[in-house]
């Protein structure tokens, strides 16, 4: 069983930026593919971005609404994936979710997510 435990999120102004954190525990997390996924009111869960284990060798994946304004990384020595939001708009306010996959067995869990609010 893994557990994610998300951090950092908040109110923002438009163009502000936030660094979220998502710790992992309960699995080996250098080999798990993580990502962040987002889910404004009323719409369908989308994902943001994902990074890949040491299969993909770090890999990195972006929607297109973030591309150039957000970035992925992780740090397997501390068993964390962050985002980093820059540039943000009003609609990227959503609750965001960390989740982690196990690449061979396929095995999916979900942080309990966290409030990003951009607003002036």
């Known amino acids: 069983q893994v557990q994610l435990v998300e951090s950092g999120g908040g109110l923002v102004q438009p163009g502000g930026s936030l660094r979220l954190s998502c710790v992992a525990s309960g699995s080996i997390f250098s080999i798990n593919d993580m990502g962040w996924y987002r889910q404004a009111p009323g719409k369908q869960r989308e994902l943001v971005a994902t990074i890949s284990g040491l299969s993909g060798r770090g890999s990195t994946y972006y929607d297109d609404s973030v591309k150039g304004r957000f970035t992925i990384s992780r740090d397997n020595a501390k068993n964390t994936v962050y985002l980093e939001m820059n540039s943000l708009k009003v609609e990227d306010t959503a609750v965001y979710y960390c989740?982690?996959?196990?690449?061979?067995?396929?095995?999916?869990?979900w942080g309990q997510g966290i409030q990003v609010t951009v607003s002036s």
């Open positions: 989740n982690s996959k196990n690449p061979i067995t396929r095995n999916n869990y």
